[in-house]
């Protein structure tokens, strides 16, 4: 229990407050400090007056923060005092007692000192000599401990060697003290373990925790005399777990300072000196008000700082008053409505799941919620925070948020400065109940979680060990659960899941052909028959592998046909060579970049992976002839049912697991064969490349003399397309990856190796355009973009991709124009409402242009006449936004109602399984368009039709959703169309509950 200061004199009548302890003879006057109702009552409706904040809030006092801990100068007294006499001190306490901030800001300051303390008396000899090194335990003790004694700026093998020293044997820390004292010259080590329950709260490892027990005690013993104080600051509720460890047991109960609450002196310092220093004042009633509210309670005193700086954050000028109090949340409620105001206003929809997944995350888990076995805090890498839906951007947006608000810290960890986040104290997981909603909402699925965390990280500390992954039921059991977890698996964690698999299948394999040659005493016959079949390539007693870089292109054999559109019967010598040709090119651009696989038919493929990619069933030929056509078609389906994987390339690409399949076909034209060559990109969740996968095919057509045996002719012209193809290959990875200025780069180069493809100017104008809108239309960009899809359509008129593209410049530089306008005041100028209404109506005629072919679905593997609805719809709303700024209120209805005639008919039926994101964009599009639809109504003072047409759009925007939710794969649909564009507008149209 712990000796108040002399009580504050004056409390009653007398207007001083003469305030004990090393208070640096400062003297409060009550009529400066202190101001009454009435004075409380006129700052009512002021502004905060400017200054920093005299509390900290959650964050705990550091060392830098000596001089302004406050009310705990006799408790660090008595610390101090019992280093004099025991080179071990126990500093225990509940969660929220202040052990951290009075051994850091209390206890290492006093020592470092050296001075008289505040009972009188004086620090132990030659303290302010001393090494002093401070240390949280984390999941891994003695690399922690590694760390402190070696220093921040060790070498990692350094300070890996001597973890395992300190592992090896109970005398490492002892010597490794003496190397330190010896090189800094001090007489005396002084190690500082704060948050020492973590050893169990967060290390897994016994055989670790009972070593860093072991140096420890041995570092202790009397009889060694070792020159090595040691202070824990360890929770309450952990106590009676160190009894595990006898010699440990035995230090903690001989050496032990318990912190209770803080007196009602105490507290009246902490809240009033701060205040007088900085010349805030206090309206009188609220310390009492703030006392009474903290009561007895030993944790109560980070909800205390909290309130205070929320209060504060309030203030009236330069008061803090009973009404900002009352604001704040009072002492319990301010860190829980602090939390939950975060992340309901400050945090976007997108963001909330994220925030949600974080604070889980920073959560250990005790195996229930009641006071028996509680939850406590964890630190977590940044890594570990890192999933498919949060990436390290959006991470760092929502961090910030949150350490703004002061819940969560960061830090690093050296030497290897690992980044790790932490929430800024326990009362946040114990006060704010829509945490606790969601800890108990799973808690059995939240610890497996958990469990998989650690063991990931077990992985990963001990370099990918495959004997560290999962096997058997384990492995079962965890994927069958990792199907719905309660929260996104981080990417390490998915990558231990996916080499798990893989080496659960390689074992599965090796089991399989251990038994098939162990029967052989029992069916020789039958072995010998299999054996020979083996041997000559026929069958094979493992499965098929499957790509694994991080970007996989497959080139398939390439077709020769005969003039009916059949597979000539020649062992397929001049297909293969030509796929051995193109793969071979590929491979040689990404020798340098292995994380880019390139297979290629042929005979390694089969020998190494036991794949065989096959012939790629080709489209028939266009003829003005129906019958001709009818009959090509027949043979082509007749001839699909003869090719492995040739029904869909989808198929072959979900087989493979290859991202990319180059494939082709040479057929007879004329004089002499042509090959035609193709690829295929399959869709990319987590990227904007919607309208850029599919099927694609290079208008030049390369003449073949001889196409069992093709020769340099043919290499000549075909070598630049597949360089040129690798390159678009490496801008497809780097837009993925996030790297755009060089995603960029790559399909400028490609266009420099194939200066007559369409469709490689239709790649480098799609990039060019994404710049563009990353970089708020900026037009140097959308006029390359302009000219690259331009160049796309001289070559080839038909390539609607191109005239897509080309509306979308043209839409994006109306909207820039108008924007522009609006923003130097010049919104209705009719000079530029024309130029705005020019390029909005060139979109229009680019987008009507595709739209009128129809889907052309099997031309491009997605439906790009739905997608030019899309752009038509919204570039007739555009139109009529332009309408309206020129003050004609008939002729933007009018094309509002154009808008929702191009696209509310057939919304619903676009073609979700080749685009899941086509019906969100156009449900998206379609809400737009009555939102506008309401406002013009609303123009003419319609409020009953303005109201139906909200509700209407409200209705688009929620089917908006529900797409996102049915296709929760697709990130980009989640995250950017969804997250951002529909789900704020049901937030925002949705009718407040019980509202009118």
């Not at 003469?18 to 009512?44: P, Q, Y």
């Not at 900002?324 to 829980?336: D, K, P, T």
């Not at 140097?780 to 390539?799: G, I, K, M, V």
């Not at 709303?877 to 209805?893: K, N, Y």
Request: aromatic content about 6%; glycine content about 8%.
């Amino acid at each position: 229990m712990t000796e108040p200061d002399q009580p504050a004199t004056g409390a009653t009548g007398d207007k001083t407050y003469h305030l004990s302890g090393d208070f640096r003879g400062a003297i409060v006057n009550i009529e400066s400090t202190f101001v009454g109702a009435a004075a409380a009552h006129d700052v009512e409706g002021q502004p905060p007056a400017p200054g920093d904040p005299p509390y900290k809030g959650l964050q705990s006092f550091g060392e830098g923060d000596a001089e302004h801990f406050l009310g705990r100068e006799r408790l660090t007294a008595r610390l101090v005092g019992r280093l004099r006499d025991s080179r071990f001190l126990a500093v225990v306490g509940a969660s929220g007692s202040g052990k951290s901030s009075v051994v850091r800001a209390g206890l290492i300051p006093a020592l470092r000192r050296g001075q008289p303390l505040a009972d009188g008396g004086l620090p132990p000899a030659g303290s302010a000599r001393w090494a002093i090194r401070l240390l949280t335990p984390t999941a891994h003790p003695l690399d922690a401990l590694a760390v402190a004694l070696a220093g921040p700026d060790a070498l990692p093998d350094a300070v890996s060697a001597l973890a395992g020293q300190l592992a090896a044997g109970p005398g490492a820390l002892a010597a490794a003290a003496r190397q330190l004292l010896a090189a800094e010259g001090r007489p005396r080590l002084l190690l500082v373990i704060d948050q020492f329950e973590e050893v169990f709260a967060l290390a897994r490892d016994a055989a670790e925790r009972r070593a860093l027990f072991d140096n420890l005690v041995a570092a202790l013993d009397p009889a060694a005399g070792h020159p090595i104080s040691v202070v824990v600051a360890l929770r309450a509720d952990f106590y009676a777990r160190f009894a595990e460890h006898d010699g440990l047991r035995d230090l903690i109960a001989q050496h032990q300072e318990y912190i209770g609450a803080m007196s009602r002196d105490e507290l009246f310092r902490v809240i009033v000196e701060p205040a007088a220093r900085g010349n805030w004042q206090l309206q009188e009633g609220l310390v009492e008000l703030m006392l009474d509210d903290v009561g007895s309670e030993p944790g109560a005193l980070p909800l205390l700082s909290h309130a205070l700086l929320e209060t504060w954050r309030r203030r009236r000028g330069r008061t803090m008053t009973l009404s900002a109090y009352a604001e704040s949340g009072g002492v319990r409620g301010a860190i829980a409505k602090t939390a939950e105001t975060i992340f309901q206003q400050r945090l976007t929809p997108e963001q909330r799941p994220i925030a949600r997944a974080i604070f889980v995350r920073l959560t250990e888990l005790g195996e229930s919620a009641d006071e028996g076995a509680p939850d406590t805090r964890r630190r977590a890498q940044f890594s570990e925070l890192i999933t498919r839906v949060a990436d390290p951007q959006m991470l760092d947006a929502v961090l910030d948020i949150l350490v703004d608000a002061r819940l969560v810290i960061t830090g690093v960890v050296p030497p290897t400065n690992t980044q790790v986040v932490e929430v800024a104290h326990e009362a946040l997981i114990r006060e704010w109940p829509t945490l606790r909603a969601w800890l108990d909402q799973d808690r059995a699925g939240l610890i497996r979680h958990r469990q998989l965390t650690q063991d990931v990280n077990d992985w990963l500390k001990l370099d990918r060990d495959p004997g560290a992954l999962y096997r058997g039921a384990r492995l079962a059991q965890t994927l069958e659960w990792t199907a719905d977890p309660p929260d996104p698996l981080s990417l390490t964690e998915t990558e231990f899941l996916d080499a798990s698999r893989a080496v659960a299948a390689r074992e599965a394999r090796a089991r399989t052909t251990q038994r098939a040659l162990a029967i052989g005493s029992v069916v020789l016959l039958l072995v010998a028959v299999v054996a020979s079949l083996w041997a000559f390539g026929n069958i094979s007693l493992r499965p098929p592998d499957q790509m694994s870089g991080d970007f996989n292109v497959a080139v398939a054999q390439f077709a020769v046909l005969d003039e009916a559109g059949r597979l000539v019967d020649d062992d397929a010598a001049g297909g293969l060579r030509v796929a051995e040709r193109i793969g071979a090119t590929l491979q040689a651009e990404f020798a340098g970049r292995p994380e880019v696989q390139v297979w290629f038919d042929g005979p390694e493929l089969e020998r190494d992976h036991n794949v065989t990619i096959g012939v790629i069933a080709p489209p028939p030929e266009v003829t003005d002839s129906a019958a001709a056509s009818d009959s090509i078609n027949a043979a082509v389906a007749a001839t699909v049912a003869a090719i492995p994987g040739g029904a869909s390339l989808a198929a072959v690409a979900e087989r493979l697991k290859a991202d990319v399949i180059i494939h082709g076909d040479i057929r007879p034209t004329g004089a002499a064969d042509a090959l035609t060559l193709r690829f295929y990109l399959r869709p990319q969740f987590e990227a904007d490349f919607s309208q850029m996968v599919g099927f694609h095919e290079f208008t030049t057509r390369i003449p073949v003399f001889d196409p069992a045996n093709p020769r340099e002719e043919v290499w000549r012209e075909l070598d630049p397309l597949a360089t040129a193809l690798a390159w678009v290959t490496q801008g497809l990875r780097l837009e993925i990856l996030g790297e755009q200025a060089a995603a960029l780069d790559a399909f400028a180069r490609a266009a420099e190796f194939a200066p007559d493809s369409d469709v490689v100017h239709y790649f480098l104008g799609q990039e060019q355009f994404y710049s563009a809108q990353r970089a708020n239309s900026d037009e140097a960009q959308l006029a390359a973009a302009e000219a690259s899809f331009n160049e796309s359509l001289r070559l080839n008129p038909d390539n609607a991709r191109a005239g897509i593209g080309l509306g979308s410049v043209r839409f994006l530089r109306a909207q820039r124009l108008l924007n522009e306008a609006e923003a130097r005041g010049e919104g209705s100028d009719p000079a530029a409402l024309a130029a705005a209404r020019v390029e909005a109506q060139a979109a229009l005629d680019a987008y009507t242009a595709v739209a009128l072919r129809g889907e052309q679905t099997d031309v491009y593997g997605v439906p790009v006449g739905g997608i030019a609805r899309v752009g038509r719809a919204i570039a007739l709303r555009l139109l009529g936004e332009i309408a309206f700024q020129g003050g004609d209120l008939a002729a933007a209805e009018a094309l509002i109602d154009q808008a929702i005639a191009a696209l509310e008919d057939d919304a619903a039926t676009l073609d979700t399984p080749n685009d899941p994101r086509l019906p969100a964009q156009a449900y998206q599009a379609l809400g737009s368009i009555y939102e506008w639809k309401a406002f013009l109504l609303d123009e003419r003072g319609e409020t009953e039709a303005a109201q139906f047409a909200r509700n209407t759009a409200l209705r688009y925007y929620t089917d908006c959703v529900r797409q996102g939710e049915e296709f929760p794969f697709d990130t980009y649909l989640v995250e950017r169309i969804v997250g951002q564009l529909c789900a704020p507008r049901v937030a925002a149209l949705t009718p407040a509950e019980g509202g009118g």
